[in-house]
């Protein structure tokens, strides 16, 4: 038995930990995204973010963007040291999104329309959902998103793998 442990103390591995950690996120997901007034599109994000020293998320301080301290409201964010180029839209309350900022169809930069809960390329017309999803063209692919946390004042993006 190793040193400073007592009899019947168990080891918590990495693993484990972060098993645990992911399923209580995604019952708190679960949770945000129930009842009767929940949104019909996915809430991008209703958990709380990373803490500091978690690799590939990169740090937005809503004082930056006061855009996006109102529902509806957007922001274009560039930080070419991290690769982010993003519309990053407060889409309900609490709730935010962030999708590549360019159209996969002629590099022009989209827009939100929190109206209408989309995003549009004013050069051509495509439309893209607030996951990035294509809805209408001639745009022949979708829009990379990306996962978005709060903490605090802070709004915290990451690629999305998978």
């Not at 209703?46 to 409201?73: H, I, N, T």
């Not at 070419?80 to 999708?99: D, K, M, Q, T, W």
């Not at 002629?106 to 990035?132: I, M, N, Q, W």
């Amino acid at each position: 038995m190793g040193e400073g442990r007592g009899e019947g103390c168990e080891t918590l591995t990495r693993r484990a930990a972060l098993c645990t950690l992911v399923g209580g996120g995604c019952a708190l997901v679960l949770a945000c995204g129930s009842g009767d007034d929940a949104p019909s599109e996915p809430l991008a994000a209703c958990v709380p973010g990373p803490r500091d020293g978690r690799s590939g998320w990169v740090e937005l301080k809503l004082s930056d963007y006061p855009a996006l301290q109102q529902v509806g409201g957007s922001a274009a964010v560039e930080k070419p040291e991290a690769f982010l180029n993003a519309v990053v839209f407060h889409s309900s309350e609490g709730c935010y999104g962030a999708v590549w900022s360019v159209c996969t169809h002629g590099a022009c930069t989209v827009e939100y329309k929190p109206d209408a809960h989309r995003l549009e390329c004013p050069c051509h017309g495509s439309r893209f959902s607030e996951e990035g999803q294509l809805l209408r063209g001639p745009a022949q692919r979708g829009l990379f998103a990306y996962d978005v946390a709060r903490e605090g004042d802070s709004l915290f993006l990451r690629r999305r793998t998978g």
